[in-house]
């Protein structure tokens, strides 16, 4: 009986230790991706006076289109496969089902990227088509060369990422990143090529990126491993989010081909900057992103996950609003700091509107992840088609006079309605405490203090800026409290 007892409670304890090692690895995972895109980021981000400087408007808004134009073709050849991939991996207890996803999945996306490489050969009326002219055929050509070299290496980036080598995987962004800050130097600023630069440099370090995960992941699809049957599961899986991936395009980009089509390319290159200052965000939601999936799926059975996401949620919001609100509070400042040009000073008018809708975007993926637990993607599908329709019908209504403010406000309020169907349809599938109200209590007030206070003197806003940022850490501050002993715990552990 003792026996009994003392294994028993043995086994407790290591399930208590494996509950804590997944969000330990979750928040280890995270931070290494979020440490090390920033670093990269921030290399990125004070390169732009050189870009602003050696890019015309009108350069980076032609780069910046055909960039764009793979972004909606990449969903397009991806399948929505890339999500299947997470959710079958850790459907079941086989020892062999994670070679199982990859072999089937690599060989599919070997196919798919031959298949988007052979779409240069419409690279002709591409040009044709947004330029007016053939003359940027050479720049479609090299974009479609990089979406197949993407396609390639995706399986790889994700089974790091299903095996929680969240180093591995950082080491292989930043070595691609890298690569494609130091190229962007070279074909910007010493071989001024402008419009081909940012393509051509996005095109090598893809292939360097593809050379670095096979050396980390050192895995080959094997015939043996195929499952078709597999395969048609994931498929039925993940063909409802291929519009979906699709329509998230229109909301994000179409904007841009809005714009240029009524005011140019030079609008489109300015629009671009405000973007680039948005890819600060991206570092953080991104990362989260990654380790959350592998965290997510492996901890929803486990008591006390729902506590857990509640902090993941209330964390990842404090963060994303205060850098939201830093920014745009002082965003005039910044972009004239970081652009050399003045043509790209009018970079400011849209950033507040751009951050808040990225902020809320990242917001929906983890309140969501109950649709993604039921495999109910339908439900995604009908949110985002609810704000498609919205942004894309204000954007044809109201672009043409109002230009980048109009294109940034659409996009927010598109964000903002797939936000609120997401929340409603997951909050049914599998019920969890976010502690909505009060993120959105505090976004609504930094948001209109950006609003209001946007042309006041900087001094004020520094003064406004300490008494929110004091607010908003006395209103968050037992999620602060919960990190702070989480992580004096892990330090005095150790």
């Not at 921030?42 to 972004?71: H, R």
């Not at 959105?440 to 930094?446: D, E, N």
Request: aromatic residues 12%; positive net charge.
């Amino acid at each position: 009986m003792l026996k009994h007892i003392m294994i028993t409670a043995q086994s407790l304890s290591m399930e208590q230790t494996a509950k804590k090692n997944n969000l330990v690895e979750f928040l280890k995972g995270s931070s290494i991706l979020v440490i090390s895109s920033m670093c990269l980021k921030a290399m990125n981000f004070f390169l732009l006076p050189l870009y602003t400087k050696y890019l015309p408007a009108e350069s980076l808004g032609i780069s910046d289109s055909v960039t764009n134009l793979t972004g909606l073709i990449l969903p397009l050849f991806t399948l929505g496969l890339e999500s299947a991939f997470s959710a079958f991996y850790f459907e079941k207890a086989e020892p062999e089902r994670g070679k199982k996803v990859f072999s089937t999945l690599s060989t599919m996306f070997l196919l798919l990227g031959l298949l988007a490489a052979s779409m240069s050969v419409f690279a002709k009326p591409l040009s044709e088509l947004l330029f007016n002219g053939p003359q940027y055929q050479s720049i479609v050509v090299m974009a479609f060369g990089s979406l197949a070299i993407n396609l390639w290496y995706l399986p790889y980036s994700l089974e790091l990422r299903m095996k929680n080598r969240m180093l591995a995987f950082g080491i292989a962004n930043i070595a691609a990143s890298l690569s494609m800050i130091l190229l962007n130097i070279l074909f910007v600023a010493v071989l001024q090529m402008k419009e081909q630069a940012l393509v051509l440099s996005s095109l090598l370090s893809n292939g360097l990126q593809l050379l670095i995960l096979f050396l980390f992941v050192r895995q080959v699809p094997k015939r043996a491993d195929m499952d078709k049957k597999l395969l048609k599961d994931m498929l039925r899986f993940s063909l409802p989010l291929v519009p979906m991936s699709v329509l998230n395009w229109v909301l994000a980009i179409s904007d841009r081909y809005v714009l240029l089509a009524y005011h140019g390319e030079s609008v489109v290159g300015i629009y671009g900057i405000a973007m680039r200052f948005v890819t600060v965000l991206n570092v953080l939601i991104s990362a989260v992103a990654m380790a959350y999936t592998t965290f997510a799926f492996q901890t929803r059975e486990e008591e006390g996950a729902k506590r857990k996401y509640y902090y993941v949620f209330q964390t990842e919001s404090l963060l994303l609003l205060g850098m939201c609100f830093t920014i745009s509070f002082f965003g005039k400042e910044v972009i004239q700091l970081m652009s050399s040009d003045p043509e790209y000073y009018a970079a400011a008018e849209p950033l507040r509107d751009l951050l808040f809708a990225q902020a809320i975007y990242a917001m929906s993926n983890v309140v969501g992840y109950g649709i993604n637990f039921a495999k109910r993607s339908v439900y995604y599908l009908l949110s985002v088609s609810a704000g498609v329709a919205l942004n894309l019908g204000l954007n044809l209504i109201l672009i043409p006079e109002y230009g980048m403010k109009a294109a940034a406000l659409t996009t927010l309020l598109g964000y903002l309605l797939v936000f609120l169907m997401v929340y409603h349809f997951s909050e049914k599938l599998y019920p969890c405490n976010y502690g909505v109200l009060r993120v959105a209590i505090v976004a609504v007030v930094l948001y209109g203090l950006c609003f209001f206070l946007e042309d006041t003197e900087l001094w004020i806003r520094a003064i406004v800026w300490v008494a929110a940022a004091a607010g908003t850490v006395f209103v968050f501050r037992d999620t602060l409290k919960q990190l702070g002993a989480f992580f004096l715990h892990r330090v005095l552990k150790k």
